[in-house]
């Protein structure tokens, strides 16, 4: 995929976050503000989003090649595991920090920036792909996540009725099956989903002002973690995907997401479960803005 291609989707969204930064500074976002956009997010409009790359989809995968997806989110997770595995024991840090850097290696932000990019990329067919690559995220997220930030499990059943998941559910059982949803319900989903995609750029824009900036821009760790999540992973996935000999479109859109910086929600959940948020909002931040450049460079290596 060419670098130049992905570099000017990605200034694009880079737009959008500076605006968010900007309003951030001028007091229109943030604080409270950031905390319920983020939960009308996540809970009303990616939904929405979810299910309308399937109800507005004219021609969905079939069955065997939704399964071999699937197979292709079982291998993006476990790359990710064994990074998660190796990474923090050589770089080193406080226990808590460890925990950080766990979560780093295992949660990428697939939903503020990755189903942007992949939507602008690849189309309605390649977010359906991510929607099914990324459906353990949440799971994994509010479970093994506060597990690797605390060091203690904190898990309920009801964390599997999160909206993402029951529509990604849905989602999946209509394409499995090749139920054609009304046109209505396509509409309807559509005029709330396509919020998603401004909307989560401008709070994670808002996010990033109430950041420090500092420090990180000193640490060689932070850069080395960087390197790794931002470079190293996609590259990784990229080789196996290839000695796999799994689709383009499939590969690219797993790189992609492999691509993405940390998930925005690790600081919330490091103040939630007494993890280190300090060093969260660092890497949150130094990621989230080397990715700009480096998503383009990984697309052009490894997509």
Not at 50 to 74: D, Q, R
Not at 132 to 146: C, K, T
């Amino acid at each position: 995929m060419s670098f130049f291609d992905t570099f000017s989707e990605m200034v694009v969204i880079l737009f959008a976050v500076a605006v968010g930064y900007l309003a951030h500074r001028l007091g229109y976002l943030g604080g409270e503000t950031n905390q319920k956009l983020s939960k009308l997010i996540i809970n009303v409009t990616t939904p929405a989003l979810i299910l309308s790359a399937v109800a507005n989809e004219t021609s969905l995968p079939g069955p065997w090649e939704i399964l071999s997806i699937l197979l292709v989110a079982g291998v993006f997770y476990l790359v990710e595991f064994c990074f998660a595995f190796v990474v923090p024991k050589v770089v080193g840090g406080t226990p808590k920090q460890i925990g950080v850097w766990r979560f780093l290696m295992c949660f990428p932000n697939v939903g503020f920036i990755g189903y942007p990019l992949v939507e602008a990329l690849f189309g309605h067919k390649g977010l359906f792909y991510a929607v099914i690559l990324v459906m353990p995220f949440n799971l994994l997220n509010y479970s093994l996540g506060p597990l690797m930030l605390s060091g203690k499990l904190r898990f309920h059943w009801k964390q599997l009725l999160s909206p993402c998941i029951i529509m990604a559910i849905i989602s999946l059982v209509v394409a499995l099956g090749n139920i054609r949803l009304p046109a209505i319900i396509g509409e309807m989903s559509a005029i709330v989903g396509d919020v998603t995609i401004p909307l989560s750029l401008l709070v994670l824009g808002s996010m990033l002002a109430g950041m420090p900036a500092r420090q990180v821009l000193t640490s060689a760790r932070m850069w080395i973690l960087s390197f790794v999540r931002l470079i190293l992973m996609p590259a990784t996935l990229a080789v196996v995907l290839r000695l796999l000999h799994v689709e383009s479109l499939v590969l690219g859109v797993a790189v992609a997401q492999m691509a993405m910086p940390v998930a925005v929600n690790g600081t919330m959940l490091c103040l939630e479960f007494d993890g280190d948020a300090e060093s969260m909002a660092q890497i949150t931040f130094l990621t989230t803005v080397l990715s700009i450049f480096t998503i383009p460079i990984a697309a052009a290596l490894f997509m």
